[in-house]
C-alpha cells in the first residue's frame, strides 16, 4: 500500500512570492496535518483536517492557509514567502477515531527553499 | 501548554552498545498520548510506537525498548545491540488527549531531536 505522498520533493522560490504544497495520505486515512521542520529543530503543528473541516491551527500567521479535498488530499498554501518559510514541510495521515490518537504517519516532506 | 524536552542534542556510541534517549514531558491533560518517531537522513518520520497515559508498562520489540513513568513524566527509549542502521535523528512527541470526543485537533508536540551516530 502506498505512504502518504508529497508533491514537490523540492522547490525554490524567491521572497514575496506563494507557494503550494501538496499531499495524499494513505488510502483510508481521513485526517491530514502540516507541520514545518525548520533544520535541526522538531516539526511545529500548523495545521490539522478531518473530513474537510479545519480540526486545528498552530502558531502560524494567516499568510499560511491549507485546504482539504473530497478525496482527502490536502494543499498547504504559504503566501508572502519569507526567508524563515525556508524548511522541509511535512504532511501526515491518521485514521480518526472518537476514543484514541491514531498514529500519524508521515511522507517524504517538501523541501522549500527561499532564495 | 504541552511541552517535550529531549537534553541529549547528540549521541555517539559504537556498534553493539546499548543506548538510552531520554525524554521527559509536561502536559496538563489527564489523557494523552506519547510517541518515538524516527527521521533518517532520507527525512521521512517513521513512527516507532504509541503509548496512552493509562499504560504505563514498559514495551520491548526486538532491540526497541521503552519506559514510561507517569511519576517522572518521562518516557525513555532504550536500543540494545546497536547497529550502524539505527544511525538518525530520533524524535518524542506528545498529543493531549482532551480533544478526542470534541473532535478537536490531536496535533502532536515534538521535542527538538536526538542525533544518534553508531559507529561501526
Known amino acids: 500500500d502506498a505512504g502518504v505522498t508529497q508533491s514537490p520533493t523540492h522547490l525554490i522560490k524567491t521572497r514575496g512570492q506563494h507557494v503550494t504544497l501538496r499531499c495524499s495520505p494513505i488510502?483510508?486515512?481521513?485526517?491530514v496535518s502540516w507541520y514545518q521542520q525548520v533544520l535541526g529543530q522538531g516539526p511545529q503543528f500548523i495545521f490539522q483536517?478531518?473530513?474537510?473541516?479545519?480540526?486545528g491551527r498552530g502558531n502560524f500567521p494567516d499568510r499560511f492557509s491549507a485546504r482539504q479535498f473530497p478525496n482527502y488530499s490536502s494543499e498547504l498554501n504559504v503566501n508572502a514567502l519569507l526567508l524563515g518559510d525556508s524548511a522541509l514541510y511535512l504532511c501526515a495521515s491518521s485514521f480518526w477515531t472518537g476514543r484514541s490518537n491514531q498514529p500519524q504517519h508521515f511522507g517524504d516532506g517538501t523541501r522549500l527553499s527561499i532564495l | 501548554a504541552q511541552k517535550v524536552t529531549q537534553a541529549q542534542t547528540e549521541i555517539s556510541v559504537v556498534e553493539k552498545e546499548d543506548v538510552t534517549l531520554d525524554c521527559v514531558y509536561e502536559?496538563?491533560?489527564?489523557?494523552?498520548?506519547l510517541f518515538w518517531y524516527k527521521q533518517p537522513p532520507s527525512g521521512e518520520l517513521v513512527f516507532l510506537i504509541r503509548?496512552?497515559?493509562?499504560?504505563?508498562q514498559n514495551e520491548i520489540s526486538g532491540r526497541y525498548s521503552w519506559n514510561f513513568q507517569k511519576s517522572t513524566s518521562s518516557f525513555n527509549f532504550t536500543i540494545t545491540a546497536s547497529q550502524v542502521v539505527d544511525s538518525a535523528v530520533y524524535f518524542c512527541?506528545?498529543?493531549?488527549?482532551?480533544?478526542?470526543?470534541?473532535?478537536?485537533?490531536?496535533?502532536?508536540?515534538f521535542g527538538s531531536g536526538t542525533q544518534l551516530t553508531v559507529l561501526p
Open positions: 502536559t496538563r491533560d489527564t489523557t494523552y498520548y
Open positions: 483536517y478531518y473530513e474537510k473541516e479545519e480540526r
Open positions: 512527541a506528545l498529543s493531549g488527549g482532551s480533544g478526542i470526543s470534541s473532535g478537536s485537533a490531536r496535533q502532536l508536540t
Open positions: 503509548r496512552n497515559s493509562f499504560d504505563e
Open positions: 488510502s483510508g486515512h481521513k485526517s
